[in-house]
Structure formats: C-alpha cells, structure tokens
C-alpha cells in the first residue's frame, strides 16, 4: 500500500520468497487513526474477496479467510463538523494479523465502521478532507511500526519504524504520542 508508512520487507528471487513464506514467522503491528470511538480490543474474522486487478486474465473471485486482531490505545475527539455531529471521534488503534490479504486492515476497519482516516478507497471523502485541513496532512494514517521476523536457525529480528512527521504531529495533538510510545515499547 503506496499509502502506508512504516516498516517493510523485500524478498527479490522467487526462490527467497518461496523459502520465507515457507519458513519465517512474521508479525506485524500496525497503528491507524480511525473515525469513531472503537471497541476497546477484539477480532475482525471477515472473509474478503481479492479486488479487482485489470492486469489479471483470470480473477480470483471466492472470499478468503481474513482475520485481524485490534487493540484500541486512545479515544478522542476534534472539533471538525460531520453531518449533525459538531465534533468528529477519533481512535487510536493497534492491529496485528493472522492473514494478509490486499487492502485487509483498511477494509476491515471501514467493515466495523470505523475507517482509516485518509483512507481515499474505503473511507470518507468529506471527513478526509476536513482532517486534512484540520490537522495539516496530505496523507492516509496508517503505519506499520514494528516487524518482528524469525527464521529457523536465526537470531529473531525486531524491525521498529519511526513515524513519520504528519502522523506524529497528529498524535501529539490528539494527546495520543505517550499511548503510542507505550504500547509500542510493550511490545518490543
């Protein structure tokens, strides 16, 4: 996702991608900022089918299995009008998946009704560009902040990502940097 920040893996050869699907445990924490005041923590078990890829001669059209856990971290709320509300609630929001399906946790998220904020695909148009403005972004919320590798035999590797600038100025507005940092540094 061109719109996510954060930590990534690069496998080059076929051969490396078949032997790290085959042999790594992965696991990635993702933070979003969403609309809304979210559940306090639980699992999203809701099959998705693949999008649409023109570039494809045949497409895969059956819903596969997708599951992803969440741990809400903060609640808040800004004073940006949404339609009868004069305030827009806002979450802070800890996922790590079991599955990793194209798009999962933003289609998950706008699943529960609580969509990424910036998310041009699966979010709210109005309510993007009123954030926008509001905090000064140009971008989705989405970060992955920490990837924690084992391969057999290996040492286990604990990638951490900073956030970037617009995400972290939106969490110190919010009050939300001090949720942010420990609960990321519980879980290095």
């Given at each position: 996702d061109r719109g996510t920040s954060g930590a990534i893996?690069?496998?080059?050869?076929?051969?490396?991608?078949?032997?790290?699907?085959?042999?790594?445990?992965?696991?990635?924490?993702y933070f979003v900022v969403a609309r809304g005041f979210a559940p306090q923590e639980g699992t999203i078990d809701h099959a998705l089918r693949p999008p649409v890829d023109?570039?494809?001669?045949?497409?895969k059209t059956e819903p596969q299995a997708a599951v992803s856990?969440?741990?809400t971290i903060a609640f808040g709320e800004v004073p940006v009008p949404l339609g009868k509300y004069d305030k827009t609630r806002l979450s802070l929001i800890r996922l790590w998946l079991e599955t990793g399906r194209q798009h999962q946790i933003r289609r998950h998220l706008k699943w529960l009704a609580h969509p990424v904020i910036g998310?041009?695909?699966?979010?709210?148009g109005n309510l993007n560009r009123a954030l926008y403005e509001y905090f000064g972004i140009s971008r989705m919320l989405l970060h992955c902040a920490?990837?924690?590798?084992?391969?057999?035999?290996a040492a286990s590797l604990a990638v951490q990502a900073p956030l970037d600038d617009e995400f972290k100025n939106v969490l110190d507005r919010m009050?939300?940097?001090?949720?942010?940092?420990?609960d990321i540094d519980a879980l290095s």
């Open positions: 893996i690069f496998v080059f050869s076929p051969e490396d991608v078949a032997f790290f699907n085959a042999n790594a445990s992965i696991e990635k924490f023109p570039y494809l001669r045949t497409q856990h969440f741990k998310d041009a695909t699966y979010g709210k920490l990837l924690k590798i084992q391969l057999p035999g009050g939300w940097l001090e949720n942010y940092k420990a």
